[in-house]
């Protein structure tokens, strides 16, 4: 399974296992077939949850790039069986999720001063007023993606998936590794500070997104 | 809040689906082509960052060991192309790939720096390891130049068949001596000459007339007479005797 294992919080996942291209019993070329149907009937979907995790079209490009290889690499070493009973669209976005997380812990570990400016990143702003300015937002200059990334962690997961990802609910929570319950609560409290007019919604959070800090 | 304001919500979020970029498959997958060349044809391995790969054909069974080989090495998917990229037909018939783009990113900074000076060493002529070893101001490192080397994952084109031992041996090659020795007599290098010169010292040559000092196989002493030439054991000892570096082959070492 993708998912982490369950508890009645979210737990953070644990790091991924190292990249390996292990000798499958699966031709590569069919490997190569399959993994590039998976990218072209999914590639809107993971690169649109990845930019508006992140907020960042580079940082959603890199991001995209990066799951897709370690996709690729894992379905190298896929059987037969693994690859038909594959649930594509939750799985990649398992991975695009993890990476994420892994990438922003990996950051936050750096001195401040490095990442506050290479990772302009709403949990480094997102006590100060008028975040939606701080970021780098989309073509049509969306409000609603400023504040989408001024969400705490776990919300913005579990809304980005639910609304921009498509994920059923049970989907989002086998990504994020918790209860429906937990997921659909996430998401109401995530759809509450989105909503216009709401006092300071979406950058005043600094409480609940802890799991991770 | 109403469920209305929800629903207004959700549908100004989904707006914010956006189609992935066109170039976001060049950064995943890469593609191969068939190239042949004089001495030798390959496979070649590309994506938008440049050649990562290149296999001379007669050391793999076909494109599906190519393909295999390149999965296991790189982790990208690869897929047949309608042609090799601009220039590497050319590259291959000339012997210089100076204007082909090159993918190395898998490779340390030592590795790109050994390989690009490989890139600079012209047809026709030839170079000690401890040239290169020079060139990168890592004199010692004259071994993990040889290693480098013997890791360059886009060999002819990036042409680590012209480097050869300072002691009158041809030195290793990953596809065997007897390509590297093909490659040479291919584009004209007197392997036996060079190799006999070395032998007998003359590790570096002198234009009398010009007072300049060169690489044996520089094309300078193609038009220099047999009369006029002089053979230096080294650099210093050229130099002591007022002779000065060619600008063109950029002799360096002892």
Same mark, same amino acid.
């Given at each position: 399974m993708y998912a982490v294992p369950t508890s009645t919080a979210c737990p953070a996942p644990g790091p991924l296992p190292p990249d390996k291209v292990l000798q499958s019993e699966v031709p590569a070329s069919e490997v190569d077939a399959v993994f590039m149907t998976l990218f072209e009937e999914h590639r809107d979907r993971v690169y649109s949850t990845a930019l508006r995790l992140t907020g960042r079209r580079h940082d959603a490009e890199d991001l995209v790039a990066e799951a897709f290889l370690r996709a690729y690499r894992s379905l190298s070493g896929f059987d037969h069986e693994r690859l038909e009973t594959l649930q594509p669209r939750a799985w990649l976005t398992a991975i695009v999720v993890n990476q994420w997380r892994n990438q922003r812990r990996t950051a936050s570990r750096r001195p401040a001063t490095v990442s506050s400016n290479a990772f302009p990143d709403a949990d480094h702003v997102d006590v100060l007023p008028g975040v939606e300015h701080r970021v780098e937002v989309h073509a049509d200059g969306d409000r609603l993606a400023a504040m989408l990334v001024g969400l705490p962690e776990r919300q913005r997961i579990a809304v980005v998936l639910r609304y921009i990802g498509d994920l059923p609910?049970?989907?989002?929570?086998?990504?994020?590794?918790?209860p429906t319950g937990t997921v659909k609560s996430l998401i109401s409290r995530g759809l509450a500070r989105l909503r216009p007019g709401e006092p300071g919604a979406g950058i005043r959070e600094a409480t609940d997104g802890g799991a991770l800090r | 809040m109403t469920a209305t304001d929800d629903r207004r919500l959700i549908s100004a979020l989904s707006v914010l689906s956006v189609p992935a970029p066109p170039d976001l498959a060049e950064r995943i997958v890469a593609h191969w082509a068939y190239v042949e060349g004089p001495t030798v044809d390959v496979y070649v391995a590309f994506s938008n960052a440049g050649i990562s790969s290149v296999v001379p054909a007669p050391s793999v069974s076909g494109a599906g060991e190519f393909a295999r080989a390149f999965?296991?090495?790189?982790? %990208?998917?690869?897929? =047949?192309? *309608?042609?090799?990229? #601009?220039?590497? /037909?050319?590259?291959? %018939?000339?012997?210089? =790939?100076? *204007?082909?783009?090159? #993918?190395?990113? /898998?490779r340390t900074l030592f590795e790109q720096d050994v390989l690009g000076t490989a890139l600079e060493i012209p047809p026709g002529e030839v170079r000690p390891y401890s040239w290169i070893a020079h060139r990168?101001?890592?004199?010692?490192?004259?071994?993990?130049?040889?290693?480098?080397?013997?890791?360059?994952?886009?060999?002819?084109?990036?042409?680590?068949?012209?480097?050869?031992r300072s002691d009158g041996d041809m030195g290793q090659y990953g596809f065997g001596r007897g390509l590297k020795r093909q490659l040479l007599d291919g584009e004209g290098v007197d392997v036996d000459l060079v190799l006999s010169m070395v032998r007998q010292g003359a590790n570096y040559v002198g234009d009398d007339a010009g007072r300049v000092v060169c690489m044996p196989t520089c094309h300078r002493m193609l038009s220099v007479g047999g009369e006029r030439r002089r053979g230096f054991r080294s650099l210093a000892e050229a130099k002591a005797e007022g002779y000065r570096p060619c600008p063109s082959c950029r002799p360096a070492g002892r």
């Open positions: 609910v049970g989907e989002v929570a086998e990504v994020m590794g918790c | 999965r296991h090495r790189f982790g %990208r998917p690869l897929l =047949a192309a *309608d042609g090799p990229p #601009d220039g590497v /037909g050319e590259a291959l %018939r000339t012997g210089s =790939a100076l *204007d082909l783009r090159f #993918d190395l990113s /898998g990168i101001n890592r004199p010692r490192a004259v071994r993990a130049v040889g290693t480098a080397l013997g890791h360059n994952p886009v060999p002819v084109l990036i042409p680590c068949h012209r480097v050869i």
